[in-house]
């Protein structure tokens, strides 16, 4: 009986341990979440980023080098890419462009980022990629080829991303687009195009 109540004695005890090593792991990773510790500059330099000609910081991840590539109406391409993208503080505007490929950005670190889309039907359409998920943001963002896509930072020193590209990204499948272009084909969506746009 001794040796019984010994033994119950030792296990509550081992419980409450594992009950406070659990609060005190969940208070760390909210406060990681909440507040990164990593800074910007240290980000660019640890994944080696660089400037982004439509805003932000990046750098290309991955390659299907390994695999044949696949055909498309323009040319043979790789099955897939990926890329580091962040925006920052002070560089906190990715422009509106498009591509022909399909992309899936997925969240990493820092604040969240908003996406403003505008489909081909003329349809708008927002989403918030980040963390908090009980809140409405999203941990990933697929993004048809075709659709016009730009993204900001409101808040928080930087966010964070990766974009996975099929078929594999090219400089000739960007296009560019001009804010009097977007503004003549999507006049009702002209507040967020004048915002976010190149002239």
Request: net charge negative; hydrophobic share 40%; with cysteine.
């Amino acid at each position: 009986m001794k040796r019984t109540l010994t033994i119950l004695a030792c296990a509550s005890f081992i419980f409450g341990i594992a009950l406070v090593a659990g609060e005190d792991y969940k208070n760390s990773a909210e406060a990681t979440l909440a507040k990164p510790s990593l800074r910007k500059e240290q980000i660019i330099e640890l994944l080696g980023l660089e400037s982004h000609f439509e805003g932000g910081y990046f750098r290309q991840s991955f390659a299907a080098t390994h695999r044949a590539k696949i055909g498309t109406e323009r040319g043979e391409r790789l099955s897939m890419t990926s890329i580091y993208y962040m925006l920052t503080r002070d560089n906190a505007i990715d422009h509106f462009h498009t591509k022909y490929s399909d992309g899936i950005e997925y969240y990493h670190l820092g604040a969240p980022i908003i996406y403003h889309m505008i489909h081909p039907d003329g349809r708008y359409e927002k989403v918030v990629v980040g963390p908090d998920i009980a809140n409405g943001e999203q941990l990933q963002l697929a993004v048809a080829g075709g659709v016009f896509k730009a993204a900001e930072l409101t808040a928080g020193d930087y966010g964070l991303v990766s974009e996975a590209v099929a078929p594999g990204w090219e400089m000739q499948d960007m296009v560019t687009v001009t804010k009097a272009e977007l503004l003549e084909r999507f006049p009702q969506h002209a507040e967020v195009i004048r915002r976010l746009a190149h002239d």
